[in-house]
């Protein structure tokens, strides 16, 4: 089975570019040519369609989106199979499908996450996917043995984490950045030498793990510290564009091949416009420019051929 | 609209005990009588009928109910059905739902959290909820600005939530415990001072708040200094029985009344036989037991009339 780490990146180099395109379903920033009928009862296919639209765009271009769990679970069963439709929609044209559920727990709980999400559920004998990711996103607040479920079944199917170390917000500085008495640096990069330790197991070809890291782009001197702490580990970098993060804020997070951290954008690129009456035609034009402004924008720092 | 933490205390005070019984639906544990048919066809009328059962049983003597959301969603779409019915069907008995889902993100999304479990969700001018509870555990690693969202959350529509400070895990120890250099105390004792403050416009009539704070049995000392640093949060204990936590070690999270804290079991109750060949009468029969085990064993460290 490959390592989810080297597929990520191949898909990098196959692209060219490091961006995530972030799905967050926002039913009342949906242009208007999508709502035919009752909007609660045709959720998730207004949902699914919006989703189908984007995808169809940026599958050419980028190696991954992220899908923002919370969005969807607002609109309950509706929400969830849209969910579940998506990821298919994703994995169908070939996306590496990252899930931003931010979840975790103890023990066997920890591992009925992952099973949601990177494995398989027991049904008598048959073992069954149910939202069958490449990849989500892990809270560490719990400790290791919390996260080390998650560890293994991404060994066991080929799919990967990235565990939270220095989010995005202004908030972020309340836990995240309190320094201990123990080591005098701040509790992130306790937590981002877990993440180094963690991941050793699961590095693949390209030299990095399919245990990774979420960075904000918004805190770039704390992301130039955690790049030196977790060499081998990917960055997921939400924070650019909406949040405030610029390209050169996120130059630190990668190598001199241009690989190591993926860039995630969600509003910037899947609500472009302005007018709930846009067409369809104009909607798919908008998203395209701006997801050609991302990736033109990210390759002003780095390098020109990315991966070889 | 009534307060959640008077909600649940007058609950805890009717059923004179603070017993929460602990949903954690796992097919392979589920009795043989209860899987006619494909499981897989039919996991959530599966899950729904186990937990039907139980609540029958357990709806008369305790006060709340805490579905492990993990549990329900590694099934899918069917898990995700089997918890709202589960929510619904305790509803119905006058439980209190709380829904264990250890949640969070940054800022519009944490909103959307609050709005899939305690709010609603806007479908054009319709406002409706998707997953229903009264309560949701929350993790706080991200900071007061993606806490506040739910507070508001709650603040609008009477819900609570249980803050994770110091979980029931051996891991919990790995980063909560690790002493600040500010202030030379643990981690966790810095989130138990912003779970007092952000519920400081949350306290109701018995003068509980409903933002509340979980604190794991296994740590009996630490929960005993979390009882003073957080005089105004109810305690939701996760960690007794199976995990090793007594009617002794949370003794000292309540008040003289027998307030305050609310103890939660899971496997112990809801999973009582070893043959699953068991007759549905004979699996009622020992989840009624174990109920009262667990009733009588925490009577013996509380006042005879509970919140009188």
Redesign the interface.
């Known amino acids: 089975m490959q390592n989810f780490a080297d597929r990520l990146l191949d898909a990098v180099a196959a692209k060219g570019n490091s961006v995530v395109v972030g799905l ?1 379903p926002r ?2 920033m949906m242009p208007d040519f999508l ?1 035919r009928g009752n ?2 009862d045709q ?1 998730a296919a207004i949902i699914t369609s919006f989703h189908k639209l984007i995808l169809d765009v940026v599958a050419p271009l980028v190696p991954a989106v992220k899908l ?1 769990s ?2 969807y ?5 509706a ?3 849209a969910l ?1 439709n998506t990821i298919d929609l994703a994995r169908e044209r070939n996306l590496v499908v990252i899930v ?1 559920v ?6 066997s ?2 591992t ?2 992952a ?3 990177l494995g398989r ?4 004998t ?1 073992l ?4 069958d990711a490449d990849c989500i996103t892990v ?9 080390e479920p998650f560890v293994e079944v991404c060994s066991r199917y080929g799919r990967g984490i990235f565990i ?1 170390v220095k ?10 950045d ?5 080591t ?1 640096a701040p ?1 992130y990069e ?2 981002a030498e ?1 993440v180094a330790d963690l991941g050793q197991p699961l590095v693949g070809h390209r030299g990095y793990s399919s245990v990774g890291a979420v960075v904000g782009a918004t805190f770039s001197a704390e992301a130039s510290r955690l790049r030196e702490l977790m060499p081998r580990n990917i960055l997921l970098i939400p924070g650019y564009g909406a949040q405030g993060g610029t390209a050169q804020d996120v130059a630190c997070c990668f190598d001199a091949q241009g690989l190591g951290a993926v860039v995630s954008s969600s509003r910037g690129i899947t609500y472009p416009h302005r007018d709930p009456s846009i067409t369809e035609d104009e909607f798919s034009r908008l998203v395209l420019n701006r997801t050609q402004d991302m990736i033109r924008d990210l390759s002003t720092v780095l390098p020109t051929a990315v991966g070889r």
Chains 1, 2 share one sequence.
Not at 73 to 77: D, F, I, K, N, S
Not at 121 to 124: E, L, Q, S, V
Not at 167 to 176: I, K
């Open positions: 967050d039913l009342e709502k909007i609660q959720a923002q919370a969005f679970e607002q609109y309950g069963l929400g969830m199979a579940q931003d931010k979840r975790n727990d103890i023990s709980t920890a009925a996450y099973n949601a999400f559920a027991a049904y008598g048959d069954i996917p149910a939202f809270s560490p607040y719990l400790g290791r043995d919390s996260l939270l989010t995005s917000n202004p908030g972020s500085r309340d836990f995240q309190e320094k201990l008495l123990r005098g509790l306790l937590v877990m």
